[in-house]
Structure formats: C-alpha cells, structure tokens
C-alpha cells in the first residue's frame, strides 16, 4: 500500500468504535519493521472521526 490509498478494514476496532468494512485512507506510513500504517476515517462530511495505526493484515486495498 501506498500513502493516500483506500482501503478497507478487515475487522472491526472496537476501542476506536470502527466496524470491520470501515474505508479510510493511508496518510503515514511506518516503514517497520514490521510495517504499519496511519489510518484516517472520516464520516460523510469528510471530518475525520478516527485515525488508527494498523497492521498490513488489518486492511485491504480499495479501488476509489
């Protein structure tokens, strides 16, 4: 994954209050090792309600 990529949660964070699906975009990443990523969610008027570092196998690529 790339910095400003898409991508889509795996599972859900509950200490973040994110369900598995939530779509959020790369904005650091931790070149580790292992290798981490900064993660923005926003709600749908683009203000950001969460942001969490997650490991490569926590999300998936998202096309849009």
Do not use: K, N, S
């Amino acid at each position: 994954m790339e910095l400003y990529d898409v991508v889509e949660l795996r599972e859900a964070i509950p200490g973040e209050q994110l369900p598995a699906g939530a779509v959020g975009t790369v904005v650091h990443i931790f070149r580790g090792p292992p290798t981490a990523y900064e993660v923005e969610f926003t709600d749908a008027d683009g203000r950001t309600v969460a942001m969490a570092t997650l490991r490569a196998d926590q999300i998936i690529h998202r096309d849009g």
